[in-house]
């Protein structure tokens, strides 16, 4: 035999020399839960080792990440139900929790990467990412409006990466002309693109109380079952100036961020979701899988499907192994 695969992989020396992908703690951004309030550390019963913090709380969570190696984080709000309304008022009030615990994340660690959240989910009483009329018809136009308001917000707050997790039409050109318009050129736009009706983010749901209160979100996120439709997103965010392209779910859509990272020449992130988080840690503590294991794996796995950054909530624990 003149071609020996195997020996190639004799020795960890060598397997480290051949290695195609790697994952680094520079790839990870590291999802974060905010609450109103002073000294609450609440943890999410259905994402064992995830918590809500308040401020305080939060503020020392990230140093402790930073200290890590973790830089970057995306920051979502838990509202109480007491101030959600049919308008999502409360996503462009300037003294509400959020966009001022934003200015302080920015203010205490200027040098984090801080991400947002842009959807109207957590703060309505429908509990959609979209205006609902009588009729339960999500508003489109009338949304986008909304968002570019809300991303001025965040902008003025500090943040350095603006996320519209929305999948409303055309919001990606109209938040990036308003933040042009109001000077927030150099702020990023990392579009979910590829957002599908998931049956993942339960848990995600669970931290933030924000599953809808009647139908489901099938008109405005992705069918599971296309890939060619994911390409057209993918080509509209582009050419309306998102400077970062994101495929949510991950683990069970590799083959679109491969798609994506093969079609277009920016930055492919992928969203290492809740549910995908949960059933690691379920199986781990039943004693069915290396849960530190499975989740190396996983992300490595996304890595290999062309993903430059994935948000995953696995960061900390990867991140102090690696120390």
């Not at 609450?40 to 939060?58: A, Q, T």
């Not at 109480?80 to 001022?100: H, Q, R, W």
């Not at 509990?127 to 809300?150: A, R, S, Y």
């Not at 009706?197 to 924000?210: C, H, Q, T, V």
Request: with cysteine; aromatic share 8%; glycine share 6%.
């Amino acid at each position: 035999m003149l071609r020996r695969p195997r020996r190639n992989r004799r020795s960890s020396v060598i397997r480290d020399m051949v290695r195609e992908n790697s994952v680094s703690v520079h790839d990870l951004i590291y999802p974060l839960f905010l609450l109103e309030g002073k000294n609450k550390k609440i943890e999410i019963n259905s994402m064992p080792g995830v918590f809500r913090y308040s401020e305080d709380l939060l503020l020392k969570e990230i140093g402790e990440c930073m200290s890590l190696g973790i830089k970057a984080f995306v920051l979502f709000p838990v509202v109480e139900d007491s101030y959600k309304d049919k308008n999502a008022s409360k996503c462009i009030d300037p003294d509400f929790f959020y966009l001022k615990s934003l200015a302080k994340v920015k203010s205490e660690f200027p040098e984090a990467l801080i991400m947002t959240d842009v959807a109207l989910d957590p703060y309505s009483s429908d509990g959609h990412d979209g205006l609902v009329d009588e009729n339960g018809v999500i508003l489109n136009d009338e949304t986008v409006e909304l968002l570019g308001k809300m991303s001025v917000l965040q902008a003025e707050a500090g943040v350095d990466i603006i996320g519209p997790s929305d999948m409303m039409d055309g919001r990606i050109e109209f938040i990036r002309d308003r933040l042009d318009d109001r000077g927030y050129e150099d702020v990023s736009i990392m579009s979910y693109t590829a957002k599908y009706a998931s049956a993942f983010y339960g848990p995600f749901r669970d931290a933030l109380d924000s599953a809808p209160k009647a139908g489901d979100k099938k008109t405005y996120q992705m069918d599971p079952a296309n890939t060619h439709e994911a390409i057209v997103e993918a080509e509209l965010d582009y050419l309306e100036g998102a400077d970062i392209l994101m495929v949510k779910p991950a683990l069970s859509y590799l083959d679109v961020i491969q798609s994506l990272s093969q079609q277009f020449d920016i930055p492919i992130a992928a969203y290492n979701v809740s549910g995908e988080y949960s059933m690691v840690k379920a199986a781990a503590q039943k004693g069915w899988l290396d849960g530190d294991s499975i989740a190396e794996e996983i992300l490595l796995s996304m890595k290999r499907a062309g993903a430059n950054i994935i948000l995953t909530y696995f960061a900390k624990e990867f991140a102090s192994r690696k120390q």
